[in-house]
């Protein structure tokens, strides 16, 4: 299976991390800023507050034309520094102060409040936002103090801009190192992936690479290859027995029926013997079928063919099968077709194949009845190719289905029969020597056998 | 005609060596792989048959050995393992038949008359027709005729008459036909070749007055003209 990097734990993880560590840069960020801002207001309202409580006292000291003096005086003096003042009768018309006129509609509420001055500063104009302070004075007059803040805004400007600069880069900061980080782990996870795979697959020499940073992926596969390790070694064990007892059955068999044979080819026996001579050697050859089976499974399980496929195309297979089963079948009153379409090539070992094909047909010619029919189908769809024995005989059960794929498991219905039991189970583990799907399914009546490919190159 | 055996299973061997001996061979024995190496070096034989697990030296590895050594006599190779790649390791490593013990004796003595009657015939230009009696096939034509009647085949069983023919005087086992004509080498369990060759029989065999297809009992078919070998 081809590993996406953007579809890893590790993409998800580097994408979880990100977003976090976005957002509490973003938290930090803002938090700063709000705070700043505050200090800042905070400090410009201190200011205005404290020459509004000047200005206030001076009023009270000196009444109307001492705050207007005072007025003239700070304006003069203080213009550099951006202070705003203006003092206003009942009807809003300007007594004193360095501003022009009233800069509102009519009287805004509260004490705090904001308006802008257009100024022009080297022929451009510019617009100063002011913050400023309201003061109603007992005679109804108005004083307004306050404070250009063009410069506080530029500053909260700039942070803005820099704050919004800073969560950007973290959170792409992140997508990059999250999508290096994902391929990085996504290629070597991919290499664990195809390596076991292969493993799987039957070739048990092969073993997951480490680059030696001894890491948790080397670690991982070490314990891989440890488990690969003793995997091999059992299989060899149990191969090397199943070897083992094979040869040391077959020698003891090969001279039996040397003995019987020699007894049997003497000029001197007589007819009778002769003919138990031939009946034991009928069951000999029973014995050594069985004993064939068995070693066909075990090669089958252990995968070692594997390494020894070819192309093999299954349509052309089961036409060859399909032949050399009709005039047997058609001799116990049977109809087999063969239906083999489109390029069915699938790699595979064509003996182990062409037997597992032999023993599905032979099954279906064992149990039917005369008047019976055997399907031999291939079929390709986008997926896999299909191989599919049907018959129209007793079938099996539901719940025996699986039992009968079990080696040495005999069915009801197959306890009359001749046969080892094997006949199946063989199949079963040459489907799994070729990766291959094993369906038993209801034929409607009888038994429908599919076996799915993967398509051959 | 001369065979070496090379079998360590020594109470096998004795089997074998006698059943070739009534048969019409002369037969050499070797216990292991290094002395029947030796024996093939300093002798000539028509055939050897050489058991595939051996002390000192596998029976492959013989094989190559004689191979390399540009000794062309026909191996037939035999094993107890019998397992499909090891068949094909077995012709790789330049066998020429292979037999999985344990086998019938007929089975084995057929083999080796194949084995014979081939490197002999190997010498021969290749055939365009074959001929058995009045019996001929003409493989360029791909048709076959008895006396002056036509006979209707079908492609597989003019592949199993013109192997029938090819092996024409000899046994040939049902294993050997599910080899050489269907190329399968697995053991069907029901008796598949006899109905292909009753059918055979049918089309080559009724209405002559003479049959050439033979069974064989216990071994296999022959195809004979009976009158030229009485």
Aim: hydrophobic share 45%.
């Amino acid at each position: 299976m081809k590993i996406s990097p953007l579809r890893t734990s590790a993409a998800r993880l580097a994408l979880g991390y990100g977003a976090i560590f976005t957002l509490g840069v973003g938290a930090l960020l803002g938090t700063v800023y709000f705070l700043t801002m505050k200090v800042i207001n905070n400090d410009a309202d201190a200011v205005i507050s404290a020459e509004l409580e000047g200005l206030t006292d001076a009023y009270h000291r000196a009444g109307l034309p001492g705050l207007a003096d005072e007025l003239s005086f700070r304006g003069d003096s203080w213009s550099g520094t951006g202070a705003v003042y203006l003092l206003v009768d009942p009807n809003l018309v300007k007594e004193g102060g360095n501003l022009q006129k009233w800069p509102f509609e009519d009287i805004p509420d509260g004490q705090w409040t904001q308006f802008s001055i257009e100024a022009q500063v080297n022929g451009a104009p510019v617009t100063h936002p002011v913050r400023a302070s309201i003061s109603l004075l007992p005679d109804n007059h108005r004083l307004l103090v306050g404070i250009d803040v063009i410069q506080q805004r530029r500053f909260a400007n700039t942070f803005r801009y820099a704050m919004l600069w800073g969560i950007g880069l973290t959170a792409l900061g992140g997508a990059v190192a999250g999508y290096f980080l994902s391929r990085r782990l996504s290629r070597r996870v991919q290499s664990v992936a195809e390596t076991c795979d292969a493993i799987v697959g039957g070739d048990l020499n092969r073993r997951l690479s480490m680059d030696g940073s001894q890491d948790e992926f080397d670690a991982l596969a070490q314990a891989v290859n440890n488990m690969v390790d003793r995997l091999a070694e059992n299989t060899q064990l149990l191969r090397a027995t199943f070897d083992s007892a094979a040869h040391d059955l077959r020698g003891p068999l090969y001279r039996l029926r040397g003995r019987l044979e020699d007894a049997g080819r003497m000029p001197t026996t007589d007819a009778p013997v002769r003919a138990g001579i031939d009946a034991a050697l009928t069951e000999l050859d029973r014995v050594q079928r069985t004993l064939a089976t068995l070693l066909q499974i075990a090669q089958a399980e252990s995968g070692s063919v594997a390494a020894h496929h070819v192309r093999v195309d299954l349509a052309e297979l089961i036409t060859d099968i399909g032949e050399l089963y009709e005039p047997a079948a058609r001799e116990k009153h049977l109809t087999l077709r063969v239906t083999a379409t489109g390029n069915c090539a699938v790699n595979g070992n064509r003996q182990l194949l062409a037997q597992a094909v032999a023993n599905l047909v032979e099954n279906s010619l064992k149990y039917i009845a005369p008047g019976g029919h055997i399907d031999i189908r291939t079929q390709h769809d986008t997926q896999l190719v299909w191989l599919e024995v049907l018959d129209d005989g007793p079938g099996i059960a539901p719940d025996d289905r699986a039992g009968a794929l079990q080696p040495f498991v005999r069915l009801p219905q197959a306890q009359s029969k001749d046969g080892s039991g094997l006949g199946l189970s063989l199949v079963a583990a040459i489907a799994r020597l070729h990766h291959a799907q094993l369906l038993m399914e209801d034929n409607q009546p009888g038994l429908r056998v599919r076996l799915g490919f993967a398509a051959g190159a | 005609m001369k065979l070496l055996l090379i079998e360590d299973d020594l109470e096998a061997a004795r089997f074998l060596h006698k059943g070739l001996k009534e048969s019409g061979y002369e037969v050499a024995l070797a216990s292991d792989g290094r002395d029947g190496l030796r024996q093939a070096q300093e002798q000539t034989f028509d055939l050897l048959i050489t058991d595939r697990m051996l002390p000192h030296l596998d029976g492959l590895a013989v094989v190559r050995a004689l191979r390399e050594q540009g000794v062309r006599t026909p191996v037939l190779v035999l094993s107890a393992l019998g397992t499909v790649d090891d068949r094909v390791l077995g012709l790789k490593a330049g066998g020429d038949d292979y037999l999985t013990k344990p086998f019938a004796f007929s089975e084995l003595l057929a083999r080796v008359e194949a084995l014979l009657r081939r490197s002999a015939a190997e010498k021969n230009v290749p055939q365009t027709r074959l001929r058995v009696a009045d019996l001929e096939m003409d493989l360029l034509g791909r048709s076959v005729t008895r006396a002056t009647k036509d006979i209707q085949l079908t492609a597989r069983e003019f592949k199993l008459l013109e192997f029938l023919m090819r092996h024409a005087d000899q046994v040939v086992t049902r294993t050997m036909l599910l080899e050489g004509v269907w190329d399968l080498q697995f053991d069907p369990q029901t008796n598949l070749i006899d109905v292909h060759m009753s059918r055979l029989r049918q089309a080559v065999d009724k209405g002559f007055a003479r049959p050439l297809i033979h069974t064989v009992r216990g071994a296999g078919y022959v195809i004979r003209d009976e009158d030229k070998s009485a």
